[in-house]
């Protein structure tokens, strides 16, 4: 079971991890130095049936329901509903980008289209958006233990163009926009997508 630790942004932010595959599917916690724990579980297709983020501030909740992501974000005192026509959820941890990639399961060259809901800062703000992802290829490093195949995704705004690199070792981001793997104890899990 992959255990480590992911930097944020400019090195100020920290994320502890764990991640395992299970009878049904795999399962991501990561709690941030901030406060803000992540719980992301996926069925065998890699689709994300149950989200939760909890942050000083609030929390969300939510999943896959069929055709749709359904989730409830709230306060204490206050919670509401919301439904949007997505592929899954895209947040800051790097669990998403792996849940994501794998449900896609694409070869290298091949690229798609899809909808996710991004949830971002303090308050979890949930905005749906298009995003263009292009598995551009694999590389296999050698390690000790065994080959390790490392994928390269890029992941493209189609309203601005920016483009981000993410480099995915089995269900273990080693790098991203604003991720950087510092420690891991254990090698990934070699999953297929």
Do not use: K
């Not at 292009?134 to 705004?157: C, F, K, M, N, S």
């Amino acid at each position: 079971m992959p255990r480590g630790i992911y930097v944020h942004a400019d090195g100020e932010l920290t994320e502890r991890f764990q991640c395992a595959p299970g009878p049904g599917g795999w399962r991501y916690v990561g709690e941030r130095s901030d406060g803000v724990r992540t719980d992301l579980v996926v069925d065998a297709r890699w689709r994300q049936i149950r989200v939760e983020v909890r942050a000083p501030g609030g929390w969300l909740r939510g999943g896959y329901t069929g055709q749709a992501m359904t989730w409830v974000r709230g306060t204490d005192g206050d919670a509401s509903e919301f439904t949007a026509r997505a592929a899954g959820f895209l947040g800051e941890s790097p669990g998403f980008l792996v849940a994501v990639a794998r449900s896609l399961a694409l070869a290298d060259g091949a690229a798609t289209g899809l909808r996710v809901v991004t949830i971002a800062g303090p308050a979890l703000a949930a905005l749906t958006v298009a995003r263009r992802v292009l598995r551009a290829g694999t590389e296999v490093h050698v390690t000790d233990v065994a080959p390790l195949p490392v994928e390269r995704y890029e992941i493209t705004d189609p309203d601005t163009a920016e483009t981000g690199i993410v480099h995915l070792a089995g269900d273990v981001v080693l790098d991203a926009p604003g991720i950087e793997l510092a420690e891991l104890e254990s090698p990934p899990n070699l999953v297929r997508a």
